[in-house]
Nanobody
Framework: QVNLVESGGDSVQPGGSLRLSCEVSGYISGMAWFRQTPGKEREAIAS??????YYVDSVKGRFTISRDLDKNILYLQLNRLQPEDTAMYYC???????????????????WGRGTQVTVSS
C-alpha cells in the first residue's frame, strides 16, 4: 500500500509562487502532479518517471517538478501563477513503471486527496 499526502496549497495573487509537497511512503518509479477543476477532466501537469521529467506545455518554464529521494517527498514549484492555474492539485504514483503515457491518469495506481491552489486578485 502506498500513501500520498499533499500539502502546500494556498490562495495567492497572480504572479505569486507556491511549492506543493507530496509525502510518499515507499519507493516509487513514476510520480506525477495532476490538477482538476469542477466539471473538467483531471489534467496532467508534470511527471518524473525513472528519472526523466515531463511537463505539459502550459506550465513549461513556470512549474518545476523535483523529488527528494532521501525524504521521500515529491515537490512542485509553481511560479508566475495565473488565475487559470486555480485547481485542486493531486499527486499520483506508480510503483513499477512498465510503460504507458506519463500524462494519462490511468497510468497511475495511487492518488492523494489533493491540495487546493487558488489564484485571484
Amino acid at each position: 500500500q502506498v500513501n500520498l499526502v499533499e500539502s502546500g496549497g494556498d490562495s495567492v495573487q497572480p504572479g505569486g509562487s507556491l511549492r506543493l509537497s507530496c509525502e510518499v511512503s515507499g519507493y516509487i518509479s513514476g510520480m506525477a502532479w495532476f490538477r482538476q477543476t469542477p466539471g473538467k477532466e483531471r489534467e496532467a501537469i508534470a511527471s518524473i518517471v525513472t528519472g526523466k521529467t515531463y511537463y505539459v506545455d502550459s506550465v513549461k518554464g513556470r512549474f518545476t517538478i523535483s523529488r527528494d529521494l532521501d525524504k521521500n517527498i515529491l515537490y512542485l514549484q509553481l511560479n508566475r501563477l495565473q488565475p487559470e492555474d486555480t485547481a485542486m492539485y493531486y499527486c499520483a504514483a506508480k510503483v513499477f513503471w512498465s510503460g504507458g503515457s506519463w500524462s494519462s491518469p490511468s497510468s497511475y495506481d495511487y492518488w492523494g486527496r489533493g491540495t487546493q491552489v487558488t489564484v485571484s486578485s
